[in-house]
């Protein structure tokens, strides 16, 4: 059992309260998902040339105290590349006019143990053990901005409880996938994409998903024929909420065993696991509030 919950904001203006409104969402979520929690938060993509990378920093010897400002001159020593840093304890946001491919690699080889959470131009990603409320706390999510987010909070039932193996799971850039509920034939997609060059970092279900679909994108397929293709290929219970750059999508199996209910305003799309959720948003009383339908697509668009 976990916890999903999404807003994408309509109204420019509330851009600046997304964190805001989203923190009682997510707290709201905790008997669901007291292990861990994490969210995506989608903003104003950084100029074609540009990349971040969101970072984590909890499993090297340093911990919070990581040297941020160290590695961002290391990698001007090494690579040339004028790196800005924006950490918050042991998560940091590293901002470069480069290949990310480049980056990344040099990473991995010189800190084998700092996670790379997510890459892109408008994503940054979030996700630590703790229950909602101190992971929010810690990485101070009601502070956060932007047109859209995805957000979930963990009861690990399949895998350890670790950083890596929490929501949201990101593959490629700019996209990512949370999910409530279990796969059936998470090893066979393991199996169908590994002979492609799409390497697993987890044992985790949820990141088979992601990758699935993530592949379908870099192929060609706009999201809705990914999402076709995600019920012809993936079996079991589940619910999925997705963000990308300029969309928030959820669906949810043909069985729906999976709660979620959505609240739309002319202000906001809200999603959430449960209403209580969703009780504190304005005007949500005025909202059409409905359950989403099984094997149906929902997209809308930041």
Known sequence: ???????????????????????????????????????????????????????????????????????????????????????????????????????????????????????????DLYKDIGTPAEVAARYGFSGLKGSHLVGHTRMATESAVTPDRAHPFTAGEDFCLVHNGSLSNPNGIRRMLEPRGIRFETDNDTEAACRFLEWRLREGDDLETALQRGFEELDGFYTFLMGTPDKLALIRDPFACKPAVVAETDDYVAIASEFRSLAHLPGVKHAHVFEPAPEEMYVWNA
């Open 1 to 123: 059992m976990c916890g999903i919950v999404g807003l994408l904001v309509k109204t420019p203006a509330l851009r600046e309260r997304l964190g805001e409104l989203m923190v009682p969402m997510l707290i709201g979520m905790t008997e669901r998902g007291p292990d861990s929690a994490g969210l995506a938060v989608f903003g104003q993509p950084l100029p074609e040339g540009e990349r971040k990378l969101s970072l984590y920093s909890g499993l090297t010897e340093d911990g919070a105290d990581f040297n941020w400002l160290g590695l961002s001159h290391e990698l001007k020593s090494h690579l040339g590349v004028n790196a800005q840093v924006e950490a918050k304890g042991n998560h940091a946001v590293l901002r470069f006019s480069l290949t990310p491919e480049v980056v990344k690699r040099w990473i991995k080889e010189h800190y084998p143990k700092l996670h790379i959470l997510s890459t892109g131009r408008s994503i």
